[in-house]
Structure formats: structure tokens, C-alpha cells
């Protein structure tokens, strides 16, 4: 008799925010597991909550990782439920995914190159990756039975994508996020109140002109499905956009050549048995007493978590390390000073003047206010010293829990310069000749890529779009 596992019949199921299991041929594949507790301190928590068999988790032979951000890349869920796996992660530029895999016990981490086939017994895995300083990965899954895509959050377009298709079409099932995930809500110039940074709606949008280049038999929603629960973020709630509101979308007079699947946690879909789908009342009439609920039973960790965001100081020290790490950053000379008001929950607020010349002063129980043209940057005290400490400033603003506040579009323009100076050295480190051959020898072997950017600072620097409208002027057809 055959033991029919070791037949094709592909199977995969969804877990979380943008966690899925993969099983063919006896061989069983996880990519981007968050399974438990938050990510982002304490500010995202999947939604709705996972589903998921630690037995059948201890079976998983291979970890995907897609890209570094924590919502696919969290070390508490690789820590205690995969530390026999085999893990799989995209060529970036720089090694900081390896380094952090290996620094929590991961010593089995293979580096995939860019459209290279990698068998694993069942299933062959491709990784595209996309983006300059670090590498968002779509990653291609083809069974004897069907063709998986999970673009996730990769903005792979344009000719990048259409010669990724030309290569492994028909997809069957596409996944790509609907959401928003980037610090662009945070952004608020006091002087232009009405200025918007982004639009909700964009998600839907570009959702739907990538499954129409894509032609998938199945567009599935994915990795967006999370919430904020921290008092701080709640607010941001708001701004994350949900597959039942992505489903009505495209249900409002459009005839798209593919067919929606909502798959929300504990749905899979198999050869033999097609669809089996978890009902969605979390996201509709029962939405309100979900999250009155949720929030309730992961109060004691909030609070937990605010004893020791209260317990955090500025010393000497602290600031001295700044200082250096500024410099590391390449922040010499800015067009005016700046402040950062590091918070407490407490409402015992510290704050950190940094000068012109990069040079950095400490004042204490400072409110959210600046001087003339002065630009503010509010961060909790927690995520400053991780961010310091961890060299992690880029994940910080993912987070929603920091502010970028200007008076107006010049002195906005100078607090972007400085934060994404930061943000740099998290995802490039401290820059080398061997770091930027590395980055352009990974561009000229991606060339189609490369005519991707070339349309978007046409779109951004001479037409003057939004990053989110030039996205979606590049994925038209």
C-alpha cells in the first residue's frame, strides 16, 4: 500500500499574520513564523490569534525566511519551536540575518541566491529578491500539483516580476499584503494638519493591479492580518486594512480574471479537498468584542512590559553611546537642530537635543513641544536604548510607536535626513568596499530591477508622486 503522504497532494495551511505551512512528498516547509506573544515592542500582536500544532511543528524540516523585519523574522518563535530546522533565508548585501539566526542558536542557514532552484525532496524553492538596502523576498514554492507565490511584503513589479512569471507561470496561488506596515502614518507637519502621507486605500489597489499582472487562479490576502494593543498605538488600528474590507473592494464592480480567497489563520486548502476556510466574524459583526477581549488577556504583559519602559534612564553614558553611534551613522552637519522626547508611560518624559553639528545634550521632564523650526522625534524610552543598543532604528519606526513631527515641509525634510541616516546603518552597518561591491554586483545580476527604480524616481523625483502613487503607476499595465 502507499502511503499517500509520500504522494504529491501538496497541502498548505495558514497559521498567522504571514506564517503558512507547505507539506508535499513526505517534506514539510514553514515561512516567516510569528506564533507567540508580540513583536515591536509590544505594539503588533497577530490578529486574529494563531492557529497552529506544536506537534506538527516539531515535524517542520525546512524555516523560510522571507526578509529581517520581526513579523517574519521572530526570534521567541524560532527559538523554542525550531532549533533543528534547517533554515533558508534570501541574499542580502549584508550578513545581519545569518549573524542574528547564528547569534540565537540557528546554526543550519543556507543563503539562497537570487532565482536559484534549491530541491527540497517535494518541492522546489526559488527566492527573488527585491529592494537595495535590504531585501524583501518573494518566494516561489512548484509541487507535482501547483505553483505557490508568496510575495509577502515584496514589492516586486514591473519587469522584475513579469520575468519572474515568465519562468514559473500559471501561479495558482498568489499571496501579497493589503496593508499598511511602514512608519508613513507617523509622519505630522503641524502647519499643513490636512497633509496626507498615506492612503488606506492604496493597499486595495495595489493588491489588486499585481494580481492582475499575475493572473493567479487563487489572490490570497496575507501578512497584514495584525492589530496594536499597546495604549500608545491603538490609534493605528485605524490605518490597517482588513481582508473582509479588501474582499468588498474588489467585489465593488470589478471582474477580475482570479478568484479572492480569504484565508484567515487555522484555513488550508489541500489537493484532494480543496478550501477549507475559517469563518470570519472576527473581522465583522463580532470585531468590537473580539479586540475588547484580546486586549483584556494580554493586559498583565502590557502592563509588565510598562514597568520596565518606567525603570529605563538617560545616564552619561547613554548619551556618550549616542553620540558615537551618530557618527557611525554618518550624521555630521544637519540644516538646524533637532529634538527627540523619549516617553515613559508614567508621562515622566526625558528629552535629547541634537545639535547642528550632531552633538547631542540631556534635559529632563520635557513636553511634546519645539522651538521655532526645531523638528521632533517622540520615541519611548524602551525602543531608544533596544534601537541603540541592537542597532535597530529602522525597526523602530516600524513599530507605530514612534512620532515624526515638523512645523513644516523644510524642517519635516530635516528630521527625514537624520532618521533615515539611522535607519541606513541598521541596514547596511557601517559601509564598506566590500559591502557596496556586494550591492552592485547583486543589482547588475538583477538587472530588470534596476529599470524598476528608474521608473520610480521618474514617477517620485520628476512627476512629483507619493511613494504609494508611484508604486501603483509602475505596476499598471
Not at 515535524?59 to 533543528?84: A, C, E, P, Q, R
Not at 557611525?328 to 522626547?341: F, H, P, S
Request: glycine share 4%.
Amino acid at each position: 500500500m502507499i502511503d499517500k503522504q509520500l504522494m504529491s497532494c501538496t497541502e498548505f495551511k495558514i497559521l498567522s499574520h504571514a506564517c503558512m505551512i507547505v507539506k508535499a512528498k513526505g517534506v514539510t516547509i514553514i515561512i516567516d513564523p510569528w506564533l507567540l506573544g508580540s513583536c515591536y515592542w509590544r505594539s503588533w500582536w497577530n490578529y486574529p490569534r494563531p492557529v497552529f500544532d506544536e506537534e506538527e511543528l516539531a515535524h517542520v524540516d525546512y524555516v523560510l525566511i522571507s526578509h529581517i523585519h520581526w513579523d517574519h523574522w521572530h526570534g521567541l518563535t524560532l527559538k523554542k519551536y525550531f532549533k533543528n530546522a534547517k533554515f533558508l533565508i534570501g541574499d542580502d548585501p549584508n550578513s545581519r540575518s545569518m549573524i542574528d539566526l547564528n547569534s540565537i542558536g540557528m546554526k543550519r542557514v543556507e543563503v539562497c541566491q537570487h532565482g536559484k532552484r534549491v530541491c527540497l525532496g517535494g518541492m522546489n524553492v526559488y527566492f527573488y529578491n527585491f529592494g537595495l538596502f535590504l531585501n524583501d523576498s518573494a518566494i516561489v514554492i512548484e509541487t507535482d500539483d501547483c505553483t505557490l507565490l508568496n510575495v509577502n511584503d515584496a514589492k516586486i513589479t514591473d519587469l522584475a516580476l513579469k520575468s519572474m512569471l515568465r519562468k514559473h507561470g500559471p501561479i495558482d496561488f498568489a499571496f501579497r499584503s493589503h496593508s499598511s506596515a511602514n512608519s508613513r502614518v507617523m509622519f505630522k507637519i503641524t502647519s499643513e494638519p490636512s497633509m496626507v502621507f498615506d492612503d488606506k486605500e492604496h493597499y486595495f489597489r495595489s493588491f489588486c493591479l499585481f494580481m492582475d499582472i499575475v493572473r493567479p487562479r487563487f489572490a490570497i490576502p496575507f501578512a497584514s492580518n495584525h492589530c496594536h494593543l499597546n495604549d500608545d498605538v491603538l490609534e493605528f488600528n485605524n490605518y490597517i486594512s482588513n481582508p473582509m474590507e479588501l474582499e468588498e473592494f474588489v467585489q465593488a464592480g470589478r471582474t477580475p480574471s482570479w478568484q479572492l480567497r480569504v484565508m484567515l489563520p487555522g484555513s488550508n486548502w489541500n489537493f484532494d479537498a480543496g478550501f477549507s476556510l475559517r469563518r470570519n466574524d472576527c473581522f465583522k459583526e463580532f470585531f468590537d468584542s473580539y479586540m475588547s477581549e484580546y486586549k483584556k488577556s494580554v493586559v498583565g504583559i502590557i502592563d509588565k512590559y510598562k514597568k520596565k519602559e518606567n525603570s529605563l534612564k538617560i545616564t552619561d553614558g547613554v548619551l556618550l553611546r549616542f553620540e558615537d553611534f551618530l557618527k557611525k551613522a554618518k550624521v555630521k552637519k544637519l540644516k538646524y537642530g533637532l529634538r527627540i522626547l523619549l516617553t515613559r508611560p508614567s508621562g515622566d518624559n526625558d528629552s535629547i537635543k541634537v545639535n547642528a553639528d550632531a552633538s547631542c545634550s540631556f534635559s529632563q521632564n520635557l513636553t511634546e513641544t519645539s522651538d521655532g523650526k526645531e523638528p521632533l522625534l517622540i520615541m519611548p524610552m524602551a525602543v531608544f536604548f533596544d534601537a541603540l543598543r541592537k542597532n535597530m532604528f529602522h525597526h523602530a519606526a516600524i513599530s507605530k510607536r514612534c512620532r515624526f513631527i515638523a512645523t513644516d515641509q523644510d524642517s519635516m525634510n530635516v528630521l527625514k535626513n537624520f532618521f533615515g541616516k539611522l535607519e541606513l546603518h541598521e541596514l547596511t552597518g557601517t559601509l564598506s568596499v566590500r559591502y557596496v561591491f556586494k550591492l552592485l554586483y547583486r543589482q547588475l545580476t538583477r538587472f530588470p530591477e534596476g529599470l524598476v527604480y528608474l521608473k520610480f524616481f521618474y514617477w517620485i523625483k520628476v512627476r512629483g508622486l507619493a511613494t504609494y502613487d508611484a508604486e501603483e503607476e509602475v505596476l499598471k499595465p
